[in-house]
């Protein structure tokens, strides 16, 4: 059995996490390789669907980045996306997805270090949950 | 250009960066990757995609083999997408044809396997080329602007910035929440290193800024709101009531001399001496109208029948019944320059400040040494005679993880100016007990030699305590400094009659909130942040809000003068040309979808949407839009969406990351 | 109200310490709960010798009041106060820390809870005590039926474990506005946060003399009748030590004022077991 590599989507603000990544680069702090960011302009943007339809396509974890309440480029973008989010955690719960399968973390434009670490915790979070039920379920 | 339903043809280009990719990812199998993947005409790799034959590789190709959509796997488009984008317009195509794969950023630097980071840029790569098919070219339009600057703050930033700006033709408003224009600059006596007199050089900037014909001051005033949008804020400004008519008022100070309440503690004497409740805070005061503390007046704040200022004034110009006036200004750039406050070392007991009347803090000092202060620029203490012996203590709040981490950067040179003045003007013996001693600007280290040669003891150690308890019965009624002297590894025990703290710089008070008006953020310390801590100093994230001076960070006053010039010449750089482009990612309502449910317009956050009542739909403002995709999120029938974010365009990119 | 409390070794023996508080405390109908089994926190000494085991001896104190249904732990001792949260911060600032505490608190079926608290006795009288309950038990003063203290000068001593390394006392200057609270005058002197020289005082007697002299010459030099402070090693070493300093100026611990304040008597606040005693006129308020 091939050892488990999940797939990881992070869906992330341009102004502070998109900003703090790219820090994180700049210092060469490294992180797994099974994250994949979607730059987007804010987290206000996150539509509920987006979430759903990375599960549906076999994401294994689904981490949402963007800025501390009150630094939001676009005033309460941020606040906006945290109750979305919180909508769309009840809804893939009730069809069976473990709600740690999806994570919503303010990560500020100067915040390098803190990106690497909520990486590599999150995916130690999703190797220990495994691989996604979508991936047995869906016929290919 | 025309919206096109073309088949896309696509150009994939991956940079080695030099080696900052080419040494973890395999350039040439991302390259291969890429000619595999649908409609993928062509896909290179070169050394450095951004320098001008990279580019020129991108727009021969779009010419020669009909390219209509690029691809360029290399940094992040933070870093670069202009660049790409300008490549694309010179080739004839839409810049809104274009997309980034970060594979630097985002794989090469952060990723130790080299198996790992190809992997991923590959994946990248096929996202950026799944996106890139449904990307659709956006439109623009140039709004007009207003060709004035608002400028928040009066003192030498403030004041600088007006008089770039208003030579430059632009009309300026300069608000200023206390009675008179000036700032902190207005409290020295003289400046280091050149130990210029601070109102010698400022007093002609003052009267130039109340005479230009360009400039407006508001003093005694505050920014109430600030709305709009680069080119087009709209300003509200409340005018506090100063109970004298400016008009009318002649700055004689009959008002002043007559007032019988007379023990109100004096904010510009730093709390040395007392002022009346009618009270102009300096003489040089521009302007000269003085104000009425409310609060402390007989009549206005403690119902008391008074109005000897009004029976003793000439003019006629004391008007009790004045109201807060509001005044609503247009702008089309805002600059912020609110400067510091300085801190307050209460908190340190162990420097006995407020338990020990000889301890002054630096701007204490400052008014003991200037001319229209307490002691009329001599230095006296208290008891009305010169002191023998001064410690001057460095880093008081300053490069203290319990109070600020940071340096205040201007402290060891105003300390050592301190310094020359008590050799000069005393000749007492002066002791400063320092950390470090950083002189950086032109002349600065200069300086610090010389004072060292006035015979001045510097001595490298923390002081310990500042305490009374004398260590012999000749020197009761001193304090006595504690100290360490790490060079010669001995504590020290100095008797003096006076101390001063130099203390550091800290966030104006009430600066965050004037800051967030205009949604300027601040950093972890509370100053504000600017777009770029090297390249772009003056600029914020927030188009045509300007930062000068202090409020960005502690710095002293050749650097203030400078960056108040840089932030008014990109104020005057923005508003040149007459007009702004309007955002071209920004959302659009498809009319044909809106079922007029009105939720997009509850949740944006600009007031950017309107309700068509005749057509029940939602409309988007393009001038107010920013972008940001709130509305797009909860539109329950997708017909808001964000140009160039998508559902289309988002939900491939997700598609392809994950397949 | 009522709190987990953790007495510390010293506690017990302190000169009126216990008997103060517990004096005070049924007065103004506080109940603290002494935690049942509690261990030694390891004060200064231990971390030095195992900081894991430190970990163990603090992260099992607050199990025990975890057990009892408390978050909270109060403390009158500065040594314990500054150890015990040294510990519990370390523990919630590192996961992998509080997984190796709870698997070895196991074995006795305790587990720390990461949202534990604590904080100094005195907080509790400052912060936590109703206005309205001052006003109704103090019997001293303007407020009272008794001759008021305001004619007594006291200088606070805070000890230095209180106040570093953290800057977090809220207010900061709460000793001094308790003093006041019950009618006392506080003397204001740059040593109420210095070192008393702790647990060195006893084998390094000579080089702690002028640590404890700095202190005693703050309140001798601004005319202080009493000394108070709020921990047991800061009271025993201005108390003894003023046998080297040849000063006689009485340490008395902050509950004990309080008590006075009160209408307690000297005997029920323990005054009687201070080396350097108060004088008679001192505990009558001086008021003749």
């Known amino acids: 059995m091939e050892e488990f590599r999940p797939k990881i989507v992070a869906m992330v603000c341009n102004w502070c996490t998109y900003t703090a990544a790219d820090l994180a680069g700049t210092s060469r702090l490294d992180y797994p390789a099974e994250i994949r960011l979607v730059r987007l302009m804010c987290t206000g943007m996150i539509d509920p669907k987006y979430i759903i339809k990375a599960f549906l396509d076999g994401a294994d974890g689904v981490f949402i980045g963007g800025c501390h309440p009150g630094d939001c480029h676009y005033i309460d973008g941020n606040i906006k996306a945290e109750k979305r989010v919180k909508a769309a955690a009840s809804l893939l719960e009730q069809f069976g997805f473990e709600p740690d399968r999806l994570q919503l973390t303010w990560i500020g434009a100067s915040e390098g270090p803190e990106f690497q670490e909520h990486m590599k915790h999150f995916t130690q979070t999703i190797n220990a949950l495994g691989p996604s039920q979508t991936r047995e379920l869906m016929v290919l | 250009m025309a919206v096109t339903t073309e088949k896309p043809v696509i150009g994939v280009y991956v940079c080695h960066c030099g080696m900052n990719i080419a040494s973890k990812v395999d350039t040439e199998a991302v390259k291969n990757h890429a000619r595999g993947l649908q409609n993928v005409k062509v896909a290179e790799e070169y050394k450095f995609m951004c320098s001008s034959p990279g580019q020129d590789l991108i727009i021969n190709d779009i010419k020669k083999k009909g390219l209509n959509r690029i691809v360029v796997a290399s940094c992040s488009p933070r870093m670069h997408e202009i660049t790409f984008r300008k490549a694309c317009e010179a080739a004839g195509i839409s810049k809104f044809f274009f997309q980034m794969a970060n594979i630097r950023e985002n794989s090469s630097w952060v990723t130790p396997d080299k198996d790992d980071a190809t992997g991923k840029a590959k994946e990248l790569v096929a996202a950026a080329v799944a996106r890139v098919s449904h990307h659709k070219d956006l439109s623009t339009r140039h709004v007009d602007v207003t060709k004035s600057v608002l400028i928040i703050g009066g003192g030498i930033a403030g004041m600088q910035a007006a008089l770039t700006a208003a030579e430059a033709g632009l009309k300026v408003v300069i608000v200023e929440r206390e009675p008179s224009i000036g700032g902190h600059m207005a409290k020295f006596d003289k400046t280091f290193p050149t130990l210029d007199c601070a109102a010698c050089i400022m007093t002609p900037k003052m009267v130039s800024v109340s005479q230009h014909e360009n400039i407006t001051v508001h003093t005694w005033s505050e920014v109430e709101s600030i709305t709009g949008f680069v080119g087009n804020f709209k300003v509200r400004v409340k005018k506090k009531p100063r109970y004298v008519d400016e008009e009318k008022c002649t700055g004689c100070g009959v008002c002043m001399e007559k007032c019988p309440s007379k023990k109100i503690t004096s904010e510009f004497d730093e709390g040395l001496t007392r002022r009346t409740a009618i009270f102009s805070p300096f003489p040089q005061a521009v302007p000269k109208t003085p104000v009425i503390d409310a609060k402390n007046c007989l009549k206005l704040g403690k119902g008391k029948k008074c109005g000897i200022c009004e029976k003793f004034c000439e003019a006629d110009a004391i008007n009790y019944d004045q109201e807060p006036e509001f005044v609503d200004i247009n702008a089309g750039a805002v600059i912020y320059a609110t400067g510091f406050k300085a801190f307050d070392p209460t908190p340190l007991g162990q420097y006995g400040y407020g338990r020990y009347q000889e301890v002054y803090t630096s701007l204490e000092f400052e008014r003991l040494n200037n ?289 | 109200m009522k709190y987990a409390f953790y007495p510390g070794c010293s506690y017990s023996s302190a000169a009126g310490y216990k008997e103060s508080v517990d004096a005070v405390i049924r007065v103004l109908g506080i109940r603290f709960d002494e935690i049942p089994d509690w261990n030694c926190c390891g004060a200064t000494v231990y971390p030095g010798v195992s900081e894991k085991d430190t970990m163990l001896l603090g992260a099992r104190v607050f199990s025990l009041a975890n057990k009892n249904g408390y978050l909270e732990i109060i403390t009158g001792c500065n040594a314990c106060y500054s150890t015990l949260r040294k510990v519990l911060e370390k523990l919630k600032a590192d996961k992998a820390f509080v997984e190796d505490v709870n698997r070895r608190l196991s074995v006795e079926g305790l587990v720390f809870d990461d949202n534990s608290k604590i904080r100094h006795v005195i907080e509790v009288f400052a912060n936590d005590v109703p206005e309205a309950l001052w006003t109704e038990k103090i019997t001293s003063g303007h407020k009272g039926t008794r001759p008021g203290f305001n004619k007594i000068k006291v200088a606070p001593y805070y000890g230095c474990q209180l106040t570093r390394p953290w800057n977090d006392l809220d207010p900061a200057d709460m000793l001094e506005q308790l003093i006041e609270k019950v009618g006392f005058t506080t003397v204001d002197h740059s040593a109420k946060t210095m070192c008393c020289g702790a647990s060195l005082a006893v084998p390094h007697a000579k080089e702690t003399r002028p640590l404890i002299k700095r202190i005693i010459d703050g309140a001798v030099y601004n005319k202080a009748d009493i000394v108070t402070t709020l921990c047991p090693l800061c009271q025993f070493n201005l108390d003894q030590g003023q046998a080297a300093t040849g000063t006689a100026i009485p340490v008395t611990y902050f509950s004990q004022i309080i008590g006075l304040a009160l209408g307690l008597e000297p005997e029920e606040l323990g005054l009687d077991k201070l080396l350097i005693r108060v004088k008679k006129d001192v505990l009558h308020g001086r008021n003749n």
């Not at chain 2, 400063?432 to 150690?461: A, C, M, T």
């Open chain 2, 371 to 659: 001319a229209t202060g307490p002691t009329s620029g001599s230095i006296l203490m208290k008891n009305g005679k010169p002191p023998e012996t001064v410690a001057i203590v460095h880093c008081v709040g300053s490069r203290d993880k319990k109070y600020n981490t940071y340096c205040s950067r201007v402290c060891c040179m105003y300390s050592m100016k301190f310094a020359h003045l008590l050799k000069d003007k005393t000749g007492a013996e002066v002791w400063e007990f320092y950390i470090d001693v950083r002189s950086p600007g032109k002349l600065y280290e200069e300086f610090y030699n010389r004072v060292q040669e006035e015979g001045v003891h510097l001595v490298r150690g923390r002081v310990a305590e500042i305490t009374d308890i004398p260590d012999e019965p000749e020197d009761i009624g001193k304090l006595t400094v504690v100290a360490e002297n790490t060079l010669t590894m001995k504590t020290l025990r100095v008797p003096v009659d006076m101390v001063i703290l130099s203390v550091g710089l800290e966030p104006a008070d009430g600066s965050d909130d004037v800051g967030k008006l205009a949604g300027v953020q601040t950093d972890g310390d509370g100053w504000f942040s600017e777009l770029h801590a090297k390249l772009g100093p003056v600029s914020t994230p927030s188009a045509g809000v300007y930062l000068a001076g202090c409020c960005q960070g502690p710095k002293d006053i050749p650097d203030t003068v400078a960056q108040a010039s840089a932030a008014a010449g990109e104020a005057i750089a923005l508003l040149s040309k007459g007009t702004v482009e309007t955002r071209a990612e920004i959302s659009h309502i498809d009319p044909d979808l809106c079922t007029g449910c009105k939720t997009c317009i509850g949740v944006c956050a600009y007031s950017a949407i309107s309700f068509d009542e005749s057509l029940n739909i939602a409309r988007v403002n393009d001038a107010l839009c920013q972008g940001c995709g709130s509305c797009a999120a909860v539109c329950p029938s997708s017909s808001a969406q964000v140009g160039h974010f998508t559902d289309n365009q988002v939900m491939h990119e997700l598609e392809e990351l994950l397949s």
